[in-house]
Every structure is written in structure tokens, then in C-alpha cells.
């Protein structure tokens, strides 16, 4: 059959998602009920029956929900499609399709809600006011990162001294489990390196090891926290046979000459303290630099107010998903737990992928009304960048981007920089004034 009759009600739930009530009437649906059946008979192979010759009862018997669900996939797909065009409604994506089935002699009633591109008009972009923090190094900082060096050089060596085991020390221990009087094989270690009071065993357990003598054993016995492994174990008392092998403590270096020879760029401790003191300088002028932004866009989205579809939302949380997936994969985690860690990450992206899109979208349209564009020279000295960062040539990096489709992407990437750059240029940044009673650290240590 053609097209079919129905009438429409469009009900607008917000500004970027319509629900469309249709309701058909019964001579069409019987119309393309019996479009469907005489299809379905001529496929039909009943026991008896010819094919294209088994009567309606029985196709009826056999076939109704194949011949009613064809019936109303196709009065659906062609009120739909009639409907959008009508009314000029151009959706983003799949609608949402409620229905009911079909009852015979009764009108057929469905209803599509569909998700449709927000009108977005930008307005109040220029003359924004922000305060950022002045991105200035401290002695503190200085030292804090050269502390963190020292550790990166730090080693562990034999306590030789005949102790206890202490806060701080690195215990190399062997010990078996029993549950129930049940030894768990599984939880046994040899060779284990703990460190006393790190807590990163089980709560309890490392208060327990304190005094201990290399060569000696202790049975320590704990409730298992509820979140064991494996769970059928969790909440019980665990009995741990414990025994010391190597007691080792951690050997911070000294910033002496000696230090310095750890690093060929640097031929005295001064010079590594200004490096470190310009890397952090670095580090906290992009940090401000992106506070700025973020207040930016905080500020044009609060002046913006506008609806987005939830289906760019959705898309927007899987890619964020997605990533967080590879990165924890990449940096070793096994993929079964990556999966169950990032199953619930949906709730937690959600704020932060609304504010995502909206920004884009609002960018975009910024650009647009600014006549704000990319050039293709841009885009080589984007790629350009990426191949040196990653020390590989340009035409790999360029070939790889235009194999993944990935080249409009990074497009966008550099028009809604633009975009930022244009509004950080008409914006007023004020510096924060120091709070009163605050004490700047000046410069560095020499």
C-alpha cells in the first residue's frame, strides 16, 4: 500500500525533544495486515497446505506476530517519515517508538519521540570577567619537587643491625592463610614486600608484624573486610602465619655533587634547581591558563542557557568511558577488571559530558557568527606538532589520521582553541590580589 492516513499531535517536551502521537485508522492497519499476511502465505510451509494456498485462519494461528509485527513496522516507518516531513522536524537520531500492538477493528495508536538540534543563538561573549592566580614558583615548590626526585633515587638496603621491624620499613615476609580451619592456598605469598604503615594490607595487619626480628614468625589473626577477595571468605576471621625473611629500610640520597651525577644535563645543584624551577613555572602557567578557560566557559554556558539532546550526551559518556578503559588497560590493569571498574562511571560523566557538549555546541556557534574558520595549513602544523611530540614523521601521523576519519575531529579541536582565543582576547583578566595576611615565598633555594 501507499502512504497511510493518520493524525499527528506534536507535543514539544523541551526545546530539542518532540513527542509525536499518531493514530492510524483501522482500514489501513487492516490494509497492511493483509499486505503482510498475503507475504507471509507465500513463504509459509505448513504441513497440508500448498504454499500460497494455506488459508488466513491458519496463517493466523501460526504467523500472527511475524505478519503484525511487518504490519506495524511499515505503518509506523510511513507515518513517521510523513510526519517529520510535514512538519519540518529533522531528528538526530532513532526515535523512541511506545506502541501497543494492534487490536482488531480498533484504530492503531503509537507514539515516536525524537531528539532534534538545539537553536542556540550565542550572545554576551565579549566582556567577560574573570580572575585567575598569579602562576608564581615558591621555595616550597622547589623543594617538594626536588624531594620527590630524591625518592625517584631512593634504594632499599638490609637493616644490619639486629631490630625490630619499624614504621617505615620494607618487610619481605612469606605467609599462609587459613579460614575456617580451611588453609586458602590462593592467598598464600613468598617473597612478599610490605612497607609498615603504608596501609595497603589488610587493616590491622601491619600493627601486628612491628617488632618483629628477621627469622621470626608470628599467626596474626583478623576479620576480613567486607570487600574480600573472594567474597565467600569476606567478613570471616583470617589466621595469617607470618614469617620475617629481610627487614630493609629506604635510602633517601643527600643534594650533594654525588646526586648530580645521576643527570648528565645538569653540572651543579643550582643548575638542576633552576631547570626544576622553570618546569614548574611551565606547569603552573598552563594550569592557570586552563582555569581561565574553564571560568570562561562556566561563564558562557551561565549567559547561554539552552537545551541539549541526551543522545549527544550518551555519545559524549561512551567516549569518555571508552577512554578511561584504554588508558587503564594501557597502563597494565586487566580487562575484565577495567570492565568492572568503569560499569558504573556512567552517573559521574554525566555532569561533566553535558558541560562538554553544550560548550562545543556554543563554540561552534561563536565561530560561526565570528566568521572564525580553520585553515588546511592549520591542520598540517597541528599534525606537524603531534609527529614530533611522538617522534615519528609527519606523513605516518598525517596517514593515520585520515585512515581513522580522525581529521574533522581535529578540525574542531583547533577551531573551538580559536574560538577560546577570540573570547580570552575580548574577555578582562584580572589578576587575584593576595589575600591579607598571606605570605608569598619568594623565589627559590639555592
Known sequence: MGEVTSEVKIEEINSVKKKLSFEIPWSDVKSELDSAYLAVGKKARIKGFRPGKVPRKVLELHYR????????????????????????????????IDQKGIDKEQNFSYTATVEIQPVVEPKDYTGLEVEKTEAKV???????????????????????????????????????VTVDGKEMKELASKNYMLELGAGMFIPGFEDELKGLKKGESKEVSLTLPDNFEPKQIAGKEGVYSVTVKD???????????????????????????????????????????????????DALLEKNVFDVPSAWIERQIYMMTLDTQQRMIRNGMPPDKVMEITANLHDRFQE???????STILLNKIAEKESITVEESEIEERLK???????????????????????????????????LEFIKGKATITTAEKKKGEVKEEGASK
Open 138 to 176: 615558591t621555595k616550597k615548590d622547589v623543594d617538594s619537587r626536588l624531594d620527590q626526585l630524591k625518592e625517584m633515587y631512593a634504594t632499599l638496603e638490609d637493616v644490619e643491625e639486629e631490630r625490630g621491624l619499624e614504621k617505615g620499613d620494607f618487610a619481605v615476609i612469606d605467609f599462609e
Open 247 to 297: 627487614i630493609r629500610e629506604k635510602k633517601v640520597p643527600e643534594l650533594d655533587a654525588e646526586f648530580i651525577k645521576n643527570f648528565e644535563k645538569y653540572e651543579t645543584l643550582a643548575d638542576l634547581k633552576k631547570d626544576i624551577k622553570k618546569t614548574i613555572g611551565e606547569e603552573k602557567k598552563a594550569a592557570v591558563e586552563s582555569d581561565v578557560t574553564k571560568k570562561l566557559v
Open 352 to 358: 561533566q559530558a553535558t558541560t562538554m557538549v553544550k
Open 65 to 96: 506476530d511475524d505478519a503484525e509485527g511487518e504490519a506495524i513496522s511499515n505503518l509506523v516507518s510511513k507515518s513517521y517519515i510523513s510526519a517529520l516531513e510535514k512538519n519540518d522536524i529533522m531528528p538526530i537520531d532513532q526515535p523512541v
Open 385 to 419: 606538532e603531534m609527529a614530533t611530540q611522538s617522534a615519528r614523521d609527519l606523513e605516518t601521523v598525517k596517514e593515520s589520521y585520515e585512515k581513522n576519519n580522525l581529521i574533522e575531529g581535529l578540525k574542531n579541536e583547533i577551531l573551538e582553541k580559536k574560538t
